[in-house]
């Protein structure tokens, strides 16, 4: 048994070694993926493009909208003239926001009475818009709690401060809320997925489509010894590529590394064997390169939207929510995330890395199931 | 061209997917299912942020504090914790989010000082929910505030001044910020891109695996002629697909439709024809070159996600990537969907994506073309 999987596996490193093309196809395209899919995605929001209309022309009023051309998360794109400029602007997307000021601003302010400018949000985009309005709120209460307090003085000389509460935010891990440092060891585990997928399941339905599969067919192998001769080669490969995509991102990224490398390489190892266990079912499946193309599309798309990824697992309804059990990516993001920035060990991970392994097995046995029936 | 050539190409197309009824159901059953999952799952809206309370005082006040946060629909109190270590773990472990530290002298220093403070522990890994549960937090206790406010000011008999309010928010196309809106077309964009890919790989692979390929490649047909032959039944289909994913969009998911109709049908043809043709593309390169099906499979799998403005925001990224996303081609696609389904956008209005998007058909179209080659080697 094992003389036949070790022919196999060093039949398809004779293979890769001989496939001078596909060392550059491996190792370049997801380079320049990490690289690109890093500056892409996160949720930060910087130089939101903001309209101002200001009728009042009071002191007050251009305090207001000083604050918000100095606090570096909005940029100030045009002065509007009329409430149809500032439509106009923000029907056109040229802003994001719009700061309208009403004549008799200042007066209403000092009389102590509401004075209510009007900020425009366009929520086409309702994350972008919920984090601008988060800092537009910053300004105005910063502001209004100023004015507060100035009408609190000539009203109530004399007496002390009304009380007040406020929130001391510790936000652990990530001090300075950098979305890279989240969404990086994510791409990480989403190049990953494709990466091993793709090699799989071409590789597979290649050997299919030329013909050689069939010579191994008449070979006395059996098919667990086929679906392992074929899992180890790629398994190093794949665990070669993941290290070298990490290694990229890490360094070019400056993603800090709090936790045991060790924690790490076991569950990538472990999320490995299920990514391989998808691919090699794949072209269990799959006759042509063409259908596993289609197939690895059909596949890989929801497996990375739904993972959490982007989008967060509690926002889920129930049955999605349930449904993510199955999904490997899930698991593994918890443990790339939670090694690279929290440091957490196996005492908090040993969940993941269960299911990890359990689904790999199933994953694994499945396909060796799969090739039972297509060897007839 | 030779149009009666591209007819019978296209007959012949018709007749096989009409004999083969169980493609045909996964044709028409995929976009459904890809619907149903990523309509559900794809979702930025942050409610019921799981956290957990360490109340240090357990006074009055702290448990009305405490209320409030329960009472809070965008929190859900998962654990009430007596010390730092059950927090550290509950927060280590992912079971929340967020944790609401009242000091043990939080009402004493209300009393004495007139000024106290509750701390919040974020898990700002996932900087984006943290900053928003953060802004949550922040209304929460600011409201707390101001209940005390209004209570001591009446113990003292006093009138409560008005209370300074300098601006009043307005959210323009999407009132309610509900991500549904927003999100809904650009997943109809990727249904539509995935149903692309597989409708038109299927139909190279069968010729190969049937047999047939060696009768095709003997005939007079040229490549323009087969590819527009291979492409047009799908174009019904997909069509008819897209038609399923936007009706799905709107009176199940309830995304608000503003634009024309008309206004739809034109542009999602045309993104359609783009999306078949890089189908094509790839099933026709996938064999003989391997390095073009692999760049066009790098471009249309993960970019359709990441860098089309489907869900991370192209204006925030930096010059160079920006200029990337000006190669995927659903960019266009979901730029054009947001606008006509929030914006209710007329075809005058989107003039720069429809000709970007007839540009990229052009020359995916020659590309595609070129990519068959008519030898059996």
Redesign the interface.
């Known amino acids: 048994m094992f003389g036949r999987i070790y022919n196999l596996v060093l039949k398809e490193f004779l293979q890769m070694r001989r496939d001078t ?1 596909a060392r550059f ?1 491996l190792t370049v ?1 997801p380079l320049i ?1 990490m690289i ?2 890093g ?8 130089n939101v ?1 903001t309209t101002v209309l200001d009728l009042d022309h009071s002191q007050e009023s251009r305090e ?1 909208v000083s604050r918000f051309a100095s606090n570096g998360r909005f940029r100030i794109v045009s002065i509007a003239q009329n409430p149809d400029e500032v439509r106009a602007a ?2 056109r997307s040229e802003a994001t926001v719009a700061i309208v000021i009403q004549a008799g601003f200042a007066e209403e ?1 000092r009389k ?20 601008a ?2 800092y ?2 910053e300004i ?2 910063t ?2 709690q100023e ?2 307090q100035d ?2 003085r000539r ?2 000389a004399g007496q ?16 300075d ?3 890279r ?2 969404f990086v060891p994510g791409v990480i585990a ?1 190049l990953t997925l ?1 990466m091993v997928v ?1 090699l799989t399941s071409f590789a597979v339905v290649r050997e299919r ?1 030329v013909g050689t599969l069939e010579q191994i067919m008449v070979t006395p192998i059996r098919p667990l010894e086929f679906i392992l001769g074929k899992t180890i080669p790629f398994f190093c490969v794949g665990l070669a590529l993941t290290a070298l995509v990490a290694g990229a991102g890490t360094l070019w990224f400056q993603i800090p590394f709090v936790g045991n490398p060790f924690v790490l390489l076991l569950g990538t190892s472990l999320y490995l064997l299920s990514v391989l266990g998808i691919g090699l079912l794949i072209s269990t499946v799959c ?5 596993a ?2 197939t ?3 596949v ?3 497996l ?3 993972s959490g990824f ?3 697992i ?4 129930a ?2 929510q349930w ?1 993510s059990i199955i999904n490997p990516m899930t698991y593994y993001l ?1 443990v790339i ?2 090694t690279f ?2 440091g ?1 060990g196996l005492a ?1 991970l040993w969940p993941q890395m269960s299911a990890l392994a359990a689904l790999g097995v199933a994953l694994l046995a499945m396909s060796v199931l799969r090739f039972r029936k297509s060897l007839d | 061209m030779n149009l009666r050539r591209v007819r019978a190409i296209a007959r012949k197309e018709i007749i096989q997917v009409w004999r083969d009824p169980r493609s045909l159901m996964i044709v028409l059953l995929m976009p459904l299912m890809q619907m149903a999952l990523l309509g559900y799952g794809v979702n930025l809206d942050i409610k019921h942020v799981p956290i957990c309370v360490f109340d240090r005082e357990g006074s009055q006040q702290s448990q009305s504090l405490m209320k409030a946060f329960q009472a809070s629909p965008y929190f859900q109190i998962v654990e009430a914790d007596r010390d730092y270590e059950a927090v550290k773990r509950a927060i280590d472990g992912g079971r929340c989010k967020m944790a609401v530290v009242v000091p043990p002298d939080f009402s004493q220093d209300l009393a004495a000082t007139n000024s106290a403070s509750v701390q919040t522990i974020l898990d700002a890994t996932d900087d984006n929910t943290a900053n928003i549960a953060r802004g949550y937090a922040q209304a929460v206790v600011e409201t707390f505030s101001n209940d005390v406010q209004t209570q001591r000011l009446q113990s003292m008999g006093q009138q409560q001044p008005n209370p300074p309010a300098v601006a009043e928010y307005r959210v323009w196309f999407n009132e309610d910020l509900e991500s549904r809106d927003f999100v809904i077309p650009g997943i109809v964009a990727m249904v539509l891109a995935l149903v692309g890919a597989q409708l038109t790989s299927l139909t190279i692979s069968r010729e190969w695996e049937r047999g047939t390929m060696e009768v095709l490649v003997s005939t007079p047909v040229t490549r323009m002629e087969l590819m527009a032959g291979k492409i047009l039944p799908y174009f019904f289909i997909g069509m008819l697909d897209a038609a399923l994913c936007l009706t799905i969009a709107v009176f199940w998911f309830e995304a608000p439709f503003r634009g024309a109709v008309l206004t739809l049908f034109v542009t999602t043809s045309l993104f359609l024809v783009v999306v078949l043709g890089v189908g094509y593309f790839i099933s026709a390169s996938i064999r003989s070159q391997v390095g073009a099906s692999q760049i066009a499979l790098l471009v249309t799998m993960l970019p359709t996600t990441l860098l089309s403005g489907f869900a991370f925001p192209i204006d925030q990224m930096p010059p160079p990537v920006q200029a990337v996303t000006y190669l995927v081609h659903s960019r266009y696609y979901v730029t054009i969907l947001k606008a006509i389904f929030l914006k209710g956008s007329g075809l005058s209005d989107l003039v720069w994506p429809i000709a970007a998007l007839a540009a990229y058909a052009l020359v995916v179209g020659i590309l595609a073309s070129r990519a068959f080659r008519k030898t059996l080697g």
């Open positions: 093309y196809r395209p993926q690109i899919f500056y892409a995605a996160t949720f930060e929001v910087f493009s207001l923000i029907d302010l102590g009475q509401s004075a209510p400018a009007q900020i425009i949000v366009d929520g086409t985009n309702s994350n972008t818009a919920l984090i309005l988060g537009v709120d105005v209460s502001y209004a004015v507060g009408l609190a009203l109530y002390p401060p009304p009380p007040q509460v406020s929130i001391e935010p510790r936000p652990w891990y990530n001090p809320y950098n979305s440092w989240f989403t494709v793709n489509e006759s042509t390169q063409q259908q193309f289609a690895n599309f059909f890989i798309n929801p990375f939207t739904l982007s989008f967060p509690s926002s889920m309804p049955f999605m449904l918890v995330r939670g920035l929290k957490v908090v």
